[in-house]
T-cell receptor
Framework: EPEVTQTPSHQVTQMGQEVILRCVPI?????FYWYRQILGQKVEFLVS????????KSEIFDDQFSVERPDGSNFTLKIRSTKLEDSAMYFC????????????FGPGTRLLVL | AQSVTQLGSHVSVSEGALVLLRCNYS??????LFWYVQYPNQGLQLLLK??????LVKGINGFEAEFKKSETSFHLTKPSAHMSDAAEYFC???????????FGKGTRLHILP
C-alpha cells in the first residue's frame, strides 16, 4: 500500500541553524501539508500546498518557514534559523484532492533544537 | 473558531471490554469530523470520518463513531478491546471550506490483560 515517507526520522540541530525536512508524498496525490506537534501538545496545521504554491497557512508559518516541491516526488519544509521552540514532531501529509479528501500522514520527523 | 476537546488524556480498558473515547467539537458550520490513530513510531492513520452522510460511521479495526449534533459530540467506540488497539487516538474537525484539520490533544488508550 502506498504511503507517505519522511526523512530523517530524527534530527538534532543547533539554534540558529537551517534545517530541511523531507517528505515523499503518495505518487498520485496533488495536495501536500505540513503539521507539527510540540511534545505534550496538539497536532497543529502549518501549511498546505498545491500546484507549486501555498494554498493556506497558519499563524505559526511565519517567514522562517518555507515549503518547496523541488522535483516530482519530494516536498520539503525549510526552517531558516531554528529556535528552541521549533523542537517538535513534524508530520507531512498528502491527499488526492483538497479539503475533505482523506489526508494520509507520514511517520514524522522529530526535530530537537539545542 | 473550530476546536476539539478530548476528555481524558489516558483511558484504560480491559481486553474484551467496551472502548469509549470521548470527543466534543466546536464549529460554526456543519463540520467534517475525523478520528485518527497513531501507533508507536508511526504516522497518523485515519480510522474513520464523518462528512454529513450517515451519522453512525464505521471505520477500520471494528471502530465506529456517532455524530450527535445536539450534543456536539463524535465519540469513538469499539465493542470489544484488543491488545493491538493500544495507541494514541486523535479526534479532529475540519471546516468544509478549509484545507486544514484541527486536532484534539489525543487520548492514549491502554489495554489491560
Amino acid at each position: 500500500e502506498p504511503e507517505v515517507t519522511q526523512t530523517p526520522s530524527h534530527q538534532v540541530t543547533q539554534m540558529g541553524q537551517e534545517v530541511i525536512l523531507r517528505c515523499v508524498p503518495i505518487s498520485n496525490h496533488l495536495y501536500f501539508y505540513w503539521y507539527r506537534q510540540i511534545l505534550g501538545q496538539k497536532v497543529e496545521f502549518l501549511v498546505s500546498f498545491y500546484n507549486n504554491e501555498i494554498s493556506e497557512k497558519s499563524e505559526i508559518f511565519d517567514d522562517q518557514f518555507s515549503v518547496e516541491r523541488p522535483d516530482g516526488s519530494n516536498f520539503t519544509l525549510k526552517i531558516r534559523s531554528t529556535k528552541l521552540e521549533d523542537s517538535a514532531m513534524y508530520f507531512c501529509a498528502s491527499s488526492v484532492s483538497r479539503r475533505q479528501e482523506t489526508q494520509y500522514f507520514g511517520p514524522g520527523t522529530r526535530l530537537l533544537v539545542l | 473558531a473550530q476546536s476539539v476537546t478530548q476528555l481524558g488524556s489516558h483511558v484504560s480498558v480491559s481486553e474484551g471490554a467496551l472502548v469509549l473515547l470521548r470527543c466534543n467539537y466546536s464549529s460554526s458550520v456543519p463540520p467534517y469530523l475525523f478520528w485518527y490513530v497513531q501507533y508507536p513510531n508511526q504516522g497518523l492513520q485515519l480510522l474513520l470520518k464523518y462528512t454529513s452522510a450517515a451519522t453512525l460511521v464505521k471505520g477500520i479495526n471494528g471502530f465506529e463513531a456517532e455524530f450527535k449534533k445536539s450534543e456536539t459530540s463524535f465519540h469513538l467506540t469499539k465493542p470489544s478491546a484488543h491488545m493491538s488497539d493500544a495507541a494514541e487516538y486523535f479526534c479532529a474537525v475540519s471546516d468544509r471550506g478549509d484545507d486544514k484539520i484541527i486536532f484534539g490533544k489525543g487520548t492514549r488508550l491502554h489495554i489491560l490483560p
